[in-house]
C-alpha cells in the first residue's frame, strides 16, 4: 500500500463549478497535511496545510481532514481555467516526520 | 522571501558522466530532499538530509549519491549517468513539521 494515494484523474469541471480533490494516507499517526498546485512544467506550491480535523478555509480553497477515516480533500470553489494543474497531496509519517511523501497527483482540467 | 535554487533548469549529458546537481536554500531550514518526478509516477523520494554531514535513502536511491558539506548546500550526484535517469529533478527544504518549499526543478536529459 502507498503511504499517499490520490485518483490521477483528469478531473474535468466546468468554470465556475466545485472541484474536489480527495487524498488517504496510511500512517494513522501523521499530524500534518499539505496540498500542493503543480502547473505543467513547474515545480509544486504550497496553497494549503491542515492539521486539526475539520475544515480550514484560504478564499476560495477549503481543506477538510478526517483522521478516523484517514482522508484530507481539497475543495475548490468558483473553478477557474487558471486552477488548470495537477494537485499534489503530501503527508509525513509520525515515525519518521522528517521524510514527506506526495500522492501522485490529481490532474483538474477547469473548461471555459 | 523563502528562496530554493537549483544551479540549473535544464541540463544535457552523455550516458557514463558524472553528473552534479546543486541546491541552496536561504531559509536555515535543517531538512533537505531530492525528489525525481517522472509521469504517471509522482514525486519519488530519492535521498534526503536532515543536518549537515547526514543523508538518508529514499525510495529509489539507486545509482545516486548526496553531500551535504553545509546547511545551505544539498548536492544530487549521478555516479554514471545513464538514460533511465533522464527526468525532471526537484530539491525541496523544510523545517520540522512544516510546509516544503521547491527549487524550480532541473530537467536532465541523459543522451
Known amino acids: 500500500q502507498k503511504e499517499v494515494e490520490q485518483n490521477s484523474g483528469p478531473l474535468s469541471v466546468p468554470e465556475g463549478a466545485i472541484a474536489s480533490l480527495n487524498c488517504t494516507y496510511s500512517?494513522?499517526?501523521?499530524?500534518?497535511f499539505f496540498w500542493y498546485r503543480q502547473y505543467s512544467g513547474k515545480s509544486p506550491e504550497l496553497i494549503m496545510s491542515?492539521?486539526?480535523?475539520g475544515d480550514k478555509e484560504d478564499g476560495r480553497f477549503t481543506a477538510q481532514l478526517n483522521k478516523a477515516s484517514q482522508y484530507v480533500s481539497l475543495l475548490i470553489r468558483d473553478s477557474q481555467p487558471s486552477d488548470s494543474a495537477t494537485y499534489l497531496c503530501a503527508v509525513p509519517p509520525l515515525g519518521n516526520f522528517n521524510k514527506f511523501y506526495f500522492g501522485s497527483g490529481t490532474k483538474l482540467n477547469v473548461k471555459p | 522571501d523563502v528562496k530554493v535554487t537549483q544551479s540549473s533548469r535544464y541540463l544535457v549529458k552523455r550516458t557514463g558522466e558524472k553528473v552534479f546537481l546543486e541546491c541552496v536554500q536561504d531559509?536555515?531550514?535543517?531538512?533537505m530532499f531530492w525528489y525525481r518526478q517522472d509521469p504517471g509516477l509522482g514525486l519519488r523520494l530519492i535521498y534526503f538530509?536532515?543536518?549537515?554531514?547526514?543523508?538518508e535513502k529514499g525510495d529509489i536511491p539507486e545509482g545516486y549519491s548526496v553531500s551535504r558539506e553545509k546547511k545551505e548546500r544539498f548536492s544530487l550526484i549521478l555516479e554514471s549517468a545513464s538514460t533511465n535517469q533522464t527526468s525532471m529533478y526537484l530539491c525541496?527544504?523544510?523545517?520540522?513539521?512544516?510546509?516544503?518549499?521547491f527549487g524550480q526543478g532541473t530537467r536532465l536529459t541523459v543522451v
Open positions: 531559509m536555515d531550514h535543517e531538512n
Open positions: 491542515i492539521y486539526s480535523n
Open positions: 525541496a527544504t523544510r523545517a520540522s513539521n512544516t510546509e516544503a518549499f
Open positions: 500512517d494513522r499517526g501523521s499530524q500534518s
Open positions: 538530509s536532515y543536518d549537515v554531514k547526514m543523508k
